[in-house]
């Protein structure tokens, strides 16, 4: 059997994804996790002044929920039911560096934890950090140019 | 209001996202990635900061208000500090929490085992 044939017949006997039902779970997850940022976000605009500040902090806070939940397991059960509505939001990125570096700490601190850590978080920065350059040099190139 | 306006914004960016990782070949890692582009480039457009303003949290905590941070930052300390903000900016707004999840990270991970 070719492996094309064979990913067809996985494809075709293996249960159809509840793709209403997983996208509900998603909605909802994702949802309640926002709300509570919404909380946090409230309550930081009161403590500091600028709106860079107040967002700085709430993206801190909701990464430490997200590193706090994932240490005690509490996440991965979210990320099961949730999928992407526990991936999508910063919780989910500080998700990957944590349990990341939860798991490869038997390899080694410096090699295992540290270096692991970013091993999806790594990409997010990343490709945020360029497209977000490109982006902000072709603006400025064309507001000198203008 | 705000509370369900962030929970009903947040929640349909999630629920697009499952939709393409269920409908499509992208792994979650793809997905985060496309989503940390999308709000850098919105932003820069211009775009990101009203959607923010209408939607709050429900707009600043999913991944595209993670690249959306890293423009914004970019684009004020441009201003504030010339060429050097084009670089310096990225952490500008972003580096408190990356800082935050790396420290908590390392600590959870030498204090506590993963446990399955």
Same mark, same amino acid.
């Given at each position: 059997m070719k492996p094309q044939e064979y990913q067809k017949l996985v494809q075709d006997n293996? @249960? @159809?994804?509840p793709i209403f039902k997983n996208m509900l779970w998603a909605f909802f997850v994702g949802g309640v996790i926002c709300t509570v940022g919404q909380v946090v976000l409230n309550i930081a605009s009161k403590v500091e002044n600028t709106k860079a500040e107040a967002s700085a902090v709430t993206l801190a806070v909701m990464i430490l929920i997200g590193t706090v939940l994932t240490a005690f397991g509490v996440y991965d059960e979210l990320a099961e039911k949730g999928g992407a509505g526990a991936a999508v939001p910063i919780t989910g990125f500080a998700n990957t560096m944590t349990s990341a570096a939860m798991e490869f700490r038997r390899e080694g601190v410096l090699l295992g934890m540290a270096a692991k850590?970013?091993?999806?978080?790594g990409p997010v920065i990343v490709f945020g950090i360029l497209s977000g350059f490109i982006v902000t040099l072709i603006k400025v190139l064309i507001l000198k140019l203008l | 209001m705000e509370y369900i306006i962030a929970f009903l914004v947040g929640g349909a960016i999630c629920a697009i996202g499952q939709l393409i990782i269920d409908t499509t070949k992208c792994s979650n890692a793809h997905l985060l990635v496309g989503l940390v582009c999308l709000g850098a480039v919105l932003s820069g457009l211009g775009i990101y900061e009203p959607f923010q303003e209408f939607a709050g949290a429900g707009a600043l905590v999913p991944v595209m208000g993670f690249g959306s941070s890293i423009t914004k930052g970019m684009l004020s300390e441009l201003e504030r500090l010339g060429w050097e903000g084009l670089f310096?900016?990225?952490?500008?707004?972003?580096g408190l929490g990356l800082a935050a999840g790396i420290v908590f990270s390392s600590i959870w991970a030498l204090l506590r085992k993963p446990q399955k």
């Open positions: 293996s @249960p @159809p994804r850590m970013f091993v999806i978080a | 310096t900016g990225a952490f500008e707004i972003t």
